[in-house]
């Protein structure tokens, strides 16, 4: 074997065990990213299940039949389901 043999040898023998440890980071890095995006996805579905929640819940304390009986009873209210009667007034009857 010459001695230029030998040091194209040694230099391909590098080269190989380079490009074998960039390509291993590569595939870290690339594993590494998948498993980030999967931890993001799964916080964006909490997130979506507890604004759907809170939604539910805003609706089932603001629907009608819970706030009557509250305004009532608490408050004193009274729901005034009689029409007393209705105002009509034309156009050409309005002052400023």
């Excluded at 001695?3 to 980071?25: E, Y």
């Amino acid at each position: 074997m010459s001695k230029a043999f030998r040091v194209h040898l040694i230099v391909s023998v590098i080269l190989v065990i380079g490009l074998v440890l960039l390509k291993a980071a590569l595939e870290r890095s690339v594993d590494k990213k998948d498993s980030d995006a999967l931890k993001i996805e799964e916080a964006i579905n909490i997130a979506r299940n507890k604004n759907l929640k809170l939604t539910g819940y805003y609706q089932s304390i603001t629907v009608e039949d819970s706030v009557v009986p509250f305004a009532m009873s608490r408050l004193g209210m009274i729901k005034n389901s009689d029409t007393l009667g209705t105002i009509i007034v034309q156009n050409d009857q309005k002052s400023e």
